[in-house]
């Protein structure tokens, strides 16, 4: 049988080449020094060293520190002016203003019927959301009434990865299905996702991820991906947010400009 090579080569260039790159723009690089860096917006550094959780700006740097705690298992920066601080050891979620000054205090394991939080986000109307790992469901946590609801039945798979924001929880399971609830309850189905180092879900029709050392953004409707060009062959892990990409790597937090599609 006679091949058609020419035709084979352009397949070949096609999948090879075709794919579409995403450029960025450096911006800075940080030293990392033993820091655990979370996010770099409005001037303001946010890491932390030794369970010290630390806000860095121009002039200044304060801190937040409760020893008796344990761990510092998990930041949300969604709001800058209130910030929500999860101590899984002890259950505990704490919330501090934009000085870092504490505001509210959550103990599961104080609560007329026990709370086992995970996956902690804040929502809308001084809300939280959050999984509790023993019933499988997914809530809402008022903290200002200590008022809580369920919004799921009992999940059938585990959660890997998980997003929140003001109005919907999103998650990804063990069989690399997304979804997401809204505060009213309601679940999409958003689709059968690509396999992935680590991810950072945007939204119900987009997130980056990052696959072999490389990073990719992906339509998730479209089921379209992209690559990000990124300077840095290796790293460990990355974060996006308002046009900022950071990347970490062992040394160093590097900070481009980024125009996602």
């Known amino acids: ?14 999948v090879a ?19 655990v860096f979370f996010e770099k917006n409005n001037q303001n550094l946010y890491y932390v060293t030794n369970n010290v ?32 601080l999860f101590y899984k050891d002890f259950n ?18 104080t609560l007329d019927e026990i709370i086992n939080f995970d996956c902690i986000g804040l929502a809308i109307q001084n809300q939280l959301w959050f999984y509790d790992y023993l019933n499988q469901k997914i809530g809402l946590y008022n903290f200002n009434t200590n008022a809580y609801k369920y919004l799921s039945i009992p999940l059938t798979h585990k959660i ?9 929880f999103y998650w990804i399971d063990d069989e690399n299905n997304g979804y997401r609830i809204s505060i009213f309850g309601k679940i999409n189905y ?9 991810i950072q879900i945007l939204s119900n029709e987009n997130c980056i991820f990052k696959r072999e050392e490389k990073l990719y953004f992906l339509d998730i409707k479209k089921n379209k991906e992209y690559e990000i060009n990124i ?10 947010k ?10 160093k937090v590097i900070n481009y400009k980024i125009l996602l599609p």
């Open 92 to 109: 505990t979620i704490m919330l501090v203003d934009s000085q870092l000054n504490e505001t509210h205090k959550i103990e599961g394991n």
């Open 17 to 35: 080449f075709g794919q579409e790159k995403i450029t960025t723009v450096p911006l800075d690089s940080i030293p990392k020094d033993n820091k």
């Open 190 to 198: 958003l689709g059968k996702l690509p396999n992935y180092d680590s």
């Open 231 to 240: 300077s840095k062959n290796s790293f460990d892990k990355f974060y996006y």
């Open 160 to 168: 890997v990865d998980y997003a929140t924001d003001y109005n919907y």
């Open 242 to 251: 308002n046009g900022i990409l950071s990347i970490f790597t062992p040394n």
């Open 1 to 14: 049988m006679k091949l058609n090579y020419t035709f084979l080569f352009f397949v070949f260039f096609i």
């Open 53 to 84: 959780f630390y806000k860095k700006g121009t002039d200044k740097t304060i801190s937040y520190n409760t020893i008796s705690l344990g761990n510092l298992t998990h930041v949300d920066l969604y709001n800058p002016l209130q910030i929500v």
